[in-house]
Structures are given as structure tokens and as C-alpha cells.
């Protein structure tokens, strides 16, 4: 797929791994369509605006459905269709299993996969009218392989690789791509917080013996939007750790 303008819709766009997102499809020459759940940070959009890109903003929250049809709506009315949904938006909240309460465990469902689903059904409606269409969900190497303290986050990622596959095999049909990015460990304002002894340790468990930026994981992200032969893959992106 040629991406110059291509609408983009990013979900989390406000900032992280989504902001990069946003920013490398705006540098194909695309129509990024931003969204966070109350804003968009100004230093984003003076980059963009930097940048001579093209861009919206749609703001909402993923995990309740009216949101999502009035962001989609929106999205529509304006521009018409909607050419790549990167479904990026998602929460942590980790904690031990025999801790961990029924709502801290729907709470994270609710956006991780949830919001990921009604996301993907909201769009994919459109995508099927014009029988072309990229979707690409943000999974993690934690779903493939599950983590002590994130039982919740495991099993939300490890769902959104199921609904990856899933709807790659209907989109296929309508010639709509489906794919998945499993980011390992990545700098942000998580591992930003850890201490020096941990950082040390995760480090041990990666041949590469650094973290990914998140401009890597929006370099994926461009990749499968743009390459018309792959669908309903998982893409990992974590220096080794888990090989």
C-alpha cells in the first residue's frame, strides 16, 4: 500500500509508542487521525505542524462503545474513510494473581481487548465497503509468553493475538490485512521507573543488551502497512529476549 494520504487512525496517539506511530505514518505523507481520551499533548502537534503534516484529532476512550462510533463517525464525515486503524491504546495495572480482583482484571480487558475489538468491528465495517484496509493491533511478547505480576496484561494481549489471527482470515476475503506487533521491552515512562538492579536484570535476558525505542515498534507498524502480502502475523520486536 502506498501511504501518502492514506488515512491513519492511531488509537493512544497522545503520546509513546503510539506518537511514534503517528509521526512515521505523517512522514509517509499520510492523514494521521490522533486520539487520546482527553487530549493531545501540543508538542506532538507542533511536530506534526513541523513536520508539514496532515493531521486530526479524534479524542474518546476505547473501552466504551459509544466512544467509539462517534470517533469513527467523526473520522468518516471528515475524510471519508478510513484506510489503516493501528489499535494501540491500552493500560497496565500488575499485581500477583492471588491479589488481584475481578476488577482489576475486566477493568484492563475492557480496553486492552475489548476496546481493540470494537475498535477493529467500528472500522472494519467501512473497510469492508471499499474491500481494502490495514489493521494492525499492539499485542506483547507478554501475551506470547505470559509474566509474574501481569496475569491481567497476559491474558488481554494474548486475546488481541487471537482476534489478530481471527480477523485476518475474514478480512482476507474483502483483501483487508490484519497484523499484530509484539513489542518486548521498549523505553517508556515504564521502564523509566525501574530501578537500576532491575533494568540490569531484564538486560541479562536480552542478546542485544539494550531496550527498543519506540520509533522501532512505529517502523513495524509502517512496514506491515505497507507490505500487501502479509496478514495475520505476529511480529516481535524485543532484541531476543525471547528467542
Given at each position: ?119 477493529t468491528q467500528a472500522v472494519l465495517k467501512k473497510m469492508y465497503k471499499k474491500k481494502t484496509g490495514v489493521i494492525i493491533n499492539m499485542a506483547s511478547v ?102
Amino acid at each position: 500500500m502506498d501511504l501518502k494520504d492514506k488515512v491513519v487512525l492511531v488509537t493512544g496517539s497522545s503520546r509513546g509508542i503510539g506518537a511514534q506511530i503517528a509521526l512515521a505514518f505523517a512522514k509517509q505523507g499520510s492523514i494521521v487521525i490522533l486520539n487520546g481520551r482527553t487530549s493531545i499533548p501540543k508538542e506532538l502537534m507542533q511536530e506534526l505542524d513541523e513536520m508539514g503534516a496532515k493531521y486530526a484529532q479524534t479524542l474518546g476512550d476505547i473501552s466504551k462503545e459509544d466512544d467509539v462510533k462517534r470517533m469513527v463517525k467523526e473520522v468518516i464525515k471528515e475524510f471519508g474513510q478510513i484506510d489503516v486503524l493501528v489499535n494501540n491504546a491500552g493500560i497496565t495495572n500488575d499485581m500477583l494473581m492471588i491479589g488481584m480482583k475481578r476488577d482489576d482484571f475486566a477493568s484492563l480487558i475492557d480496553v486492552n481487548l475489548v476496546g481493540t475489538f470494537q475498535m477493529t468491528q467500528a472500522v472494519l465495517k467501512k473497510m469492508y465497503k471499499k474491500k481494502t484496509g490495514v489493521i494492525i493491533n499492539m499485542a506483547s511478547v507478554i501475551g506470547l509468553h505470559g509474566n509474574i505480576g501481569q496475569a491481567n496484561y497476559a491474558a488481554s494481549k494474548a486475546g488481541v493475538i487471537g482476534l489478530t489471527k481471527s480477523v485476518a482470515k475474514e478480512g482476507a476475503l474483502r483483501n483487508i490485512r490484519v497484523n499484530a506487533i509484539a513489542p518486548g521491552m521498549i523505553v517508556s515512562d515504564m521502564t523509566d521507573v525501574l530501578s537500576d538492579k532491575v533494568k540490569a536484570d531484564i538486560l541479562e535476558r536480552i542478546p542485544m543488551k539494550r531496550f527498543g525505542e519506540a520509533k522501532e515498534v512505529a517502523d513495524v507498524a509502517v512496514f506491515l502497512a505497507k507490505n500487501d502480502y502479509i496478514t495475520g502475523q505476529v511480529i516481535t520486536i524485543d532484541g531476543g529476549m525471547t528467542i
